[in-house]
């Protein structure tokens, strides 16, 4: 599966930003999918996971109440909606796919992942 990342852009601590993840390929609805994300000079850290069919979710604690990763199987799209962004959340943040993944399988860690794509760009400032 293909992915491309979207959404990404500059704000103001406390505002919102929703970002979008577009797949091509058959293997979408099959794969548990995620959000990582990787700041500089830092490694690159899981932030969110979705199950195949989206029924279960998990997140990074620093992100829990804040995050909310979902999917539109008719899209082929995954998103992740940030709320009350910190300066701290600056980074790239990337979509992650695992074509592998049992149906109740949810990710929860950045090798829990096949591959990911290119990333967008978020930067909050204080």
């Known amino acids: 599966v293909q992915l491309q990342a979207s959404g990404g852009g500059l704000v103001q601590a406390g505002d919102s930003l929703r970002l979008s993840c577009a797949a091509s390929?058959?293997?979408?609805?099959?794969?548990?999918m995620g959000w990582l994300r990787q700041a500089p000079g830092k490694e690159r850290e899981f932030v969110a996971g979705?199950?195949?069919?989206?029924?279960?979710?998990y997140y990074a604690d620093s992100v829990k109440g804040r995050f909310t990763i979902s999917r539109d199987s008719a899209k082929n799209t995954v998103y992740l909606q940030m709320n009350i962004l910190k300066p701290e959340d600056t980074a790239v943040y990337y979509c992650?796919?695992?074509?592998?993944?049992?149906?109740?399988?949810?990710?929860?860690?950045?090798?829990?992942?096949?591959?990911w794509g290119q990333g967008t760009q978020v930067t909050v400032s204080s």
């Open positions: 979705i199950n195949r069919n989206g029924a279960w979710t």
């Open positions: 992650a796919a695992n074509p592998r993944a049992i149906l109740s399988s949810v990710p929860r860690s950045v090798a829990d992942f096949d591959s």
């Open positions: 390929g058959r293997t979408f609805s099959r794969s548990a």
